[in-house]
């Protein structure tokens, strides 16, 4: 089993649909961060958290670290969300400070 | 935060080849991220690059195939070496964005195909 799962692997909605993206991590965490990986590869850091919940623009992040999961929610998607959408979380092991545990993405297409 | 500037961007490649892969940015970070994703899979750590003194690889990741420089504190390269077909990946670079930010900024990714 994956330290870090999403779900689900592919989604796709309608332009203006509220979307959630779950992930669940079964490692102890100093922070769990959301990316967006456009097609051509580029990364974007969307949100890093360790507790509640953030905000940016139609992009609210939650978490709940006693039940270790987290939610990415898009309000009024639009194509240009089309993207695939990758949980992280670093890691509170010895010696694996700075390092990244990935989820294998979830795949959005938002069409319009 | 921090800028990165990585290229080449996409690169078709001979087996037996190299290709070096290089990380550029505008300010002074002590770590520097190396990672590879393979088709249809999430992002793996190859090694993470300190300025001054070897890079430190994760399991399944050898010097002799994936060196790595780090000349100064705002630059690195990665390089793909005697390159198969499997090593068809995307790979990218990445570094902390600082206390005061957080997070990770990541460089655009270079699209490599070993034909």
Known sequence: KNEVEQSPQNLTAQEGEFITINCSYSVGISALHWLQQHPGGGIVSLFMLSSGKKKHGRLIATINIQEKHSSLHITASHPRDSAVYICAVSSLYVGATNKLIFGTGTLLAVQP | ?115
């Open chain 2, 1 to 115: 935060s921090a800028v990165i500037s990585q290229k080449p961007s996409r690169d078709i490649c001979q087996r037996g080849t190299s290709l070096t892969i290089q990380c550029q940015v505008d300010s002074q970070v002590t770590m520097m991220f190396w990672y590879r994703q393979q088709p249809g899979q999430s992002l793996t750590l190859i090694a993470t690059a300190n300025q001054g003194s070897e890079a430190t690889y994760e399991s399944g990741f050898v010097i002799d195939k994936f060196p790595i420089s780090r000349p100064n504190l705002t630059f690195s390269t990665l390089t793909v070496s005697n390159m198969s077909p499997e090593d068809s990946s995307i790979y990218l670079c990445s570094v902390e964005r600082g206390r005061g930010v957080g997070g990770y900024t990541f460089g655009s990714g270079t699209r490599l195909t070993v034909v």
